[in-house]
């Protein structure tokens, strides 16, 4: 699905630009954005069809459906302020 803007229905508000070995270069909103797999490394070995298929979610975030993965437009613009950190749950520490 893609979400088109009413000033100019030809243009998506978000899509990806570019896929390469290092990242994702997103356009939203009409700024370009790059993701590289170091912030996002659930991304790095995902399907091609399923990265391209980025939506916004409301108006303060996109999500890739088909990867179960939203990301707030904020943390495109200041990733300084959303360190990625990985929560263990209690199963995790379970020895068989």
């Known amino acids: 699905m ?3 803007s009413k000033s100019n229905s030809a243009s998506t508000l978000a899509s990806v630009l570019m896929i390469n070995a290092q990242g994702i270069m997103l356009s939203v909103l009409g700024h370009d954005y790059f993701l590289s797999y170091n ?8 399907p091609i069809r399923s990265v391209l298929n980025v939506q916004m979610s ?5 999500e890739w459906p088909d990867l179960d ?4 437009i904020d943390s495109l613009r200041h ?9 263990r ?7 068989i």
């Open 39 to 46: 912030r996002i490394p659930w991304m790095q070995d995902a």
């Open 2 to 4: 893609q979400t088109t």
């Open 89 to 95: 749950n209690a199963l995790d520490s379970v020895s």
């Open 58 to 62: 409301g108006s303060e975030a996109i």
């Open 69 to 72: 993965v939203d990301l707030e």
């Open 79 to 87: 990733p300084e302020r959303y360190p990625l950190v990985i929560k």
